[in-house]
């Protein structure tokens, strides 16, 4: 049983023009086996939010606390805090020239179980993951991301939160950019997630589509940087029904 | 032993062709007060397939020369280390030239020629390892239709001073590709250079170095479209990191007015992995006729992409084993070119190698 401690979060980022605060005091606890969705405006602080969690050296917390299990994520480099059970699948997941998919995950991998996987059972490993999510297998040999769809960015996340098995799982927009089918594959696979390692979600989205696979627990509304309402799953009808205008004027 | 005669001229640094080359760390290769030695270290690896030859033998030279160096090691040499592919000859199997009995106390000026008869197909690939004081006049001959891939691996230990022209001359609808990897030595000069003299040829000249603390690395390109339809391709990828480590990348190519139909481009990128370090690069086109088919050129110069590090590190990679992947992924389009494993993982770990020695 693992839990993830958001407590008074405040971020903010550099710019041109000075230093914006992004978040305003985020207060979150994510427990094992739950799902935590948040919704909330563009430019609201979602994504921020996301990357603070994993580390991202753009953003600079200024208050607040991050722990796992106790443990300050805060204080860990973005590698540690892999290694702690975090993960993020990013809502624009980035390409690297050069380094082919298999050499990603099998890194990856080293790195997060401690030792090099076995050979034999590793690429069988990757096939039955790609198989999964529906992926050819070719991607296996391609640069990561590399010329990657916006869907195939998507799978290729999901992929990694199944091969990975994170404790805690961020999941940023998984479901934009993803067609109908793809929608139900990518979801099953976050299911299955939850169902072999009791992982614990925070999945940001815009739509309550995905919510019809992936059930939350709990739906946050996001807005101008902090949880403005919580509730049960009702609460996603309700805003596609009514939008954010409620939250946004407050 | 003998000194170098001196009736050539010296460079003195502001000439054009010499303006970036640290002349005091040559060992007197350029003014004529390095000692010449009578070594000649290139020698063949493996015994040679059916219908290739390596010899030693008087040959004039292939082209002219405008560099004082090679002309200096003209006067003084004459014989030349041959390998000779015949006529109708296809060999799978790379040829591997390497070096042995390297010196830095004295230079040893080399003559080198390759060549392909009409038809021949091949792959050469020259190991230049150790430390040594050489300079080197390689040309390349490609008889019509003739086919070859030409790897020049700069693998030097730290003292070596290397100064040398690879001059390619390319028949009639000869294809020649060469891919220049330059990882060792203090100084390092290497003329990669191209002439059509016949229509319907084509030149691919990839190239990839990584400069690390007071390295200094100079690639001087020079393609010459003489003749009408010839295609040109240039591609080199460096990487530097470390206090002066310096490299520079010169790539000019002449479309003279005969030449209708030229077909060519040229790309430096560079890769700044820490201060300290400077990367020149001067794409440099002439064009003397409109009737092309497409002419073009670009340098870009970075630094490690931080959304990539943060990328592989959120999946639990180190940021250690983070650069090392970029860095390697970077390479990876050119070093994969050679077309042989074990040659490309060596370069691999010796890039990773000078990556951590420069701390990067
Ligand atoms: N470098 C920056 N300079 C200025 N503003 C920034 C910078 N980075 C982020 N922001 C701002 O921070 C705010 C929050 O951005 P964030 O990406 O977290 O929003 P989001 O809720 O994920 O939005 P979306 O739903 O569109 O994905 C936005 O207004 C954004 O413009
Ligand atoms: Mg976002």
Known sequence: MSVLEIRGLQVSVNTENGTVEILKGVDLTIKSGETHAIMGPNGSGKSTLAYSIAGHPKYTITGGSVTLDGADVLDMTVDERAKAGLFLAMQYPVEVPGVSVSNFLRTAATALRGEAPKLRTWVAEVKGAMEALNMDPAFAARNVNEGFSGGEKKRHEIMQLELLKPKMAILDETDSGLDVDALRIVSEGVNRAKANNDLGVLLITHYTRILKYIKPDFVHVFANGKIVEEGGPDLADKLEANGYADYVSK | ?360
């Open chain 2, 1 to 360: 032993m003998s000194v170098l005669t001196t009736n050539y001229l010296t460079p003195t640094g502001r000439e054009e062709a010499w303006r970036f080359t640290p002349l005091k760390r040559l060992r007197g290769l350029h003014n004529g007060s390095a000692s010449i030695s009578d070594r000649n270290s290139l020698v063949a690896k493996a015994a040679l397939p059916k219908g290739v030859s390596f010899t030693r033998e008087s040959l004039a030279p292939l082209a002219a020369s405008d560099d004082i160096i090679i002309e200096r090691i003209r006067g003084a040499a004459s014989d030349v280390s041959h390998l000779a592919i015949a006529a109708n000859v296809e060999i799978q199997e790379p040829i591997f030239l390497t070096r042995i009995a390297g010196a830095l106390d004295s230079a040893e000026l080399s003559r080198v020629r390759i060549s392909l008869g009409t038809h021949a197909v091949a792959t050469v690939i020259v190991e230049n390892i150790g430390d040594t004081l050489l300079a080197e006049d390689l040309e390349i001959s490609l008889a019509p239709g003739s086919s070859l891939t030409f790897v020049s691996l700069q693998e030097f230990d730290s003292k070596s001073v290397y100064t040398a022209r690879h001059h390619a001359v390319v028949d009639k609808d000869a294809v020649f590709k060469s891919i220049t990897v330059t990882v060792g030595g203090d100084v390092v000069r290497i003329l990669p250079t191209v002439e059509f003299i016949a229509p319907g040829g084509s030149a691919e000249l990839l190239g990839v170095y990584f400069a690390t603390t007071g390295q200094f690395f100079e690639h001087r390109m020079h393609v010459d479209h003489a003749v009408p339809n010839a295609k040109s391709r240039v591609n080199f990828k460096g990487a530097l990191a470390g206090k002066d480590a310096h490299t520079v990348w010169i790539g000019d190519v002449l479309i003279r007015a005969v030449a209708q139909g030229t077909d060519t481009y040229e790309l430096n990128r560079n890769l700044l992995l820490t201060d300290g370090a400077r990367a020149d690069s001067v794409p440099n086109l002439e064009i003397e006729t409109g009737e092309i088919v497409g002419a073009g050129h670009a340098s870009t110069t970075g630094r490690f992409d931080d959304e990539q590090l943060f990328y592989l590190m959120s999946r639990g990679i180190s940021l250690e084993n983070a650069r090392r992947l970029v860095v390697r992924g970077f390479f990876n389009e050119i070093i994969t070119e050679i077309g042989n494993e074990e040659v490309q993982e060596r370069l691999m770990e010796r890039i990773d190698g000078e990556l951590e020695r420069a701390g990067a």
